[in-house]
T-cell receptor, first 112, second 114 residues
Framework: GEDVEQSLFLSVREGDSSVINCTYTDSSSTYLYWYKQEPGAGLQLLTYIFSNMDMKQDQRLTVLLNKKDKHLSLRIADTQTGDSAIYFCAENGKAAGNKLTFGGGTRVLVKP | NAGVTQTPKFQVLKTGQSMTLQCAQDMNHNSMYWYRQDPGMGLRLIYYSASEGTTDKGEVPNGYNVSRLNKREFSLRLESAAPSQTSVYFC?????????????FGPGTRLTVT
């Protein structure tokens, strides 16, 4: 079956870089996503990458995709206190109905 | 353009009571979804509707029903609430806005069943 896994927690100092990792099992994924959830709010799409790319940069965000190892990462440069949130990766895989499979989320805590 | 809206924001029910969670989107999306989020368990899909007129079970459909009322609206009903249904419920919708199926989420409904 499809499975997406993430580490539970990451602590980082303000100004440092954060790297959040994700592994997935479905090799047919065409798009992979990173969502951010702030306390008490819904999920907000941060960025996505098409499966034929290995890197995508968007301002402070860099997404790396290793399709061979089925490994996705999100790097946040110059991490700010406003980046404290839960980050979810997701993939679309073989699922019908345009469904996404989400990882369990990584809680990022940015310390001043 | 409000995106995805959900009502109510908070609800407390007694065991056995029923209620309907409402969701609407104004992005002309074909697909809509209901998820529940529990601590340490990420998001789990309850039901989804790939297009108007169709609904399908997701990962955890037991105890729930859905109605795709029209293209805009997708409601989730709890016929007889149980404490195990205490959770945060999110509605989402997706189209092919940028050629992919990114989902847009509502703000959530926090449900407590006592």
């Amino acid at each position: 079956g499809e499975d997406v896994e993430q580490s539970l927690f990451l602590s980082v100092r303000e100004g440092d870089s954060s790297v959040i990792n994700c592994t997935y099992t479905d090799s047919s994924s065409t798009y992979l996503y990173w969502y951010k959830q702030e306390p008490g709010a819904g999920l907000q799409l941060l960025t996505y990458i098409f499966s034929n790319m290995d890197m995508k940069q968007d301002q402070r965000l860099t997404v790396l995709l290793n399709k061979k190892d089925k490994h996705l990462s999100l790097r946040i440069a110059d991490t700010q206190t406003g980046d404290s949130a839960i980050y979810f990766c997701a993939e679309n895989g073989k699922a019908a109905g345009n469904k996404l499979t989400f990882g369990g989320g990584t809680r990022v805590l940015v310390k001043p | 353009n409000a995106g995805v809206t959900q009502t109510p924001k908070f609800q407390v029910l007694k065991t056995g009571q029923s209620m309907t969670l409402q969701c609407a989107q104004d992005m002309n999306h074909n697909s809509m979804y209901w998820y529940r989020q529990d601590p340490g368990m990420g998001l789990r899909l309850i039901y989804y509707s790939a297009s108007e007129g169709t609904t399908d079970k997701g990962e955890v459909p037991n105890g729930y029903n859905v109605s795709r009322l029209n293209k805009r609206e997708f409601s989730l009903r709890l016929e007889s609430a149980a404490p195990s249904q205490t959770s945060v419920y999110f509605c989402a919708s997706s189209g092919r806005d940028r050629g992919n199926h990114e989902q847009y989420f509502g703000p959530g409904t926090r449900l407590t069943v006592t």
